[in-house]
């Protein structure tokens, strides 16, 4: 197969400078005797060897005199750093543009730039890659699996929810976790379950941390940027630690919970090498359908789901979400999932969260 020059497009653009600095270094020239000899000032020096400087046929001259190397050289190599420059730049812009910088900014993962290309930068450090190749390099493959994740309706963007995603991961590696123990953390979700009845996230997340934590599993609150509609994510980031991850999408706690509880579900059942997300009409799949009936048992157990389809007053509801332990509103969302309830009855028992700018 042939391969044309023409065709080489790559990630990256050498500046006509670092030729020069190359040949600086091997001759043992200064750069303050590299701009006596070019006869222009220190700072225009460095702006040539940066490549902040066009090479005009003056200075392509002088290069010629000074370093060696043919004016046509000069003017050539310079003509095509600029238009390799001009096309990455055009790159930049289009994957920029698959992100929720916006909310990327707003939310403070990366700190506001001045110029673009330094927002191209603070994306690449927030995903911890070198460039935007290596970014496609080790997250399109997750992107494929958003993408299989989700139906036509689900209207994610992929790069946003892969965004999403790489904020937990951060989050993640600031918890100090125990090594996973599913037996260990099937044991700790009657604990976990009590805490539905704290309404103050701030009294019960800490608690829910630390009790997944001493059994392997990490779990984030990550609020969901613009472009993705996903309400929890489950994997293994190692063998020895899960990523339970919950954007609080739907603001009330029987939507909470359920994720919560439906995430662990897939944490016990399905094994370290799933991957699953969740949204709105996630696709039905014998991995959802037992993860959603892993929530609904272990939030009212079986044996007390007749009694439960039986409740139609709010009194009721109370009684029944105080004797077996949990938050009447999570009562309320399985009543209305099961179509006891409208979805617009009796929501005021449900407990309602904000974010805090």
């Not at 500046?15 to 043992?28: S, V, W």
């Not at 539905?196 to 608690?207: G, S």
């Not at 059994?215 to 489950?234: I, L, N």
Request: hydrophobic letters at 40%.
């Amino acid at each position: 197969m042939k391969t044309s020059t023409d065709d080489f497009c790559p990630q990256w653009a050498s500046a006509p400078g670092e030729t020069i600095a190359d040949i600086l270094r091997e001759r043992n020239i200064s750069e303050d005797e590299f701009a006596r000899k070019l006869g222009h000032s220190a700072d225009y020096a460095a702006s040539l060897l940066q490549g902040r400087s066009t090479i005009t046929i003056a200075t392509a001259r002088q290069l010629e005199r000074t370093v060696g190397g043919s004016v046509e050289f000069w003017i050539a190599r310079d003509y095509q750093y600029r238009q390799q420059s001009a096309r990455l730049r055009v790159n930049d812009q289009e994957w920029l543009s698959q992100l929720p910088l916006a909310d990327i900014i707003r939310f403070g993962w990366i700190a506001p730039e001045p110029h673009p290309s330094e927002e191209v930068a603070a994306c690449l450090r927030f995903f911890d890659v070198a460039s935007i190749s290596s970014w496609h390099d080790k997250y399109d493959r997750l992107q494929e699996m958003v993408a299989f994740r989700t139906s036509p309706s689900f209207d994610s963007q992929p790069a946003a929810v892969i965004t999403w995603l790489r904020r937990g991961e951060i989050e993640a590696d600031a918890i100090k976790c125990n090594a996973w123990n599913p037996e260990s953390f099937r044991a700790s979700l009657p604990q976990i379950r009590s805490l539905t009845r704290e309404k103050e996230p701030e009294q019960f997340l800490p608690a829910l941390r630390d009790l997944c934590a001493a059994s392997g599993v990490a779990v984030v609150v990550v609020r969901a940027p613009r472009g993705c509609r996903a309400s929890g994510a489950t994997r293994f980031l190692s063998r020895q630690k899960a990523l339970l991850q919950l954007s609080f999408r739907y603001l009330s706690d029987d939507h909470f919970w359920f994720t919560l509880f439906h995430e662990a579900g897939h944490l016990l059942l399905h094994g370290q090498d799933g991957f699953f997300l969740e949204g709105p009409e996630t696709p039905s799949t014998q991995q959802e359908d037992q993860a959603n009936e892993f929530a609904a048992n272990t939030l009212v157990p079986a044996e007390l789901r007749n009694e439960m389809l039986r409740l139609r007053n709010a009194r009721a509801i109370i009684r029944f979400a105080r004797r077996i332990g949990i938050s009447r509103g999570v009562v309320v969302g399985q009543l209305q999932h099961r179509g006891r309830l409208g979805r617009d009855q009796l929501n005021y028992l449900k407990t309602r969260y904000q974010w805090a700018d």
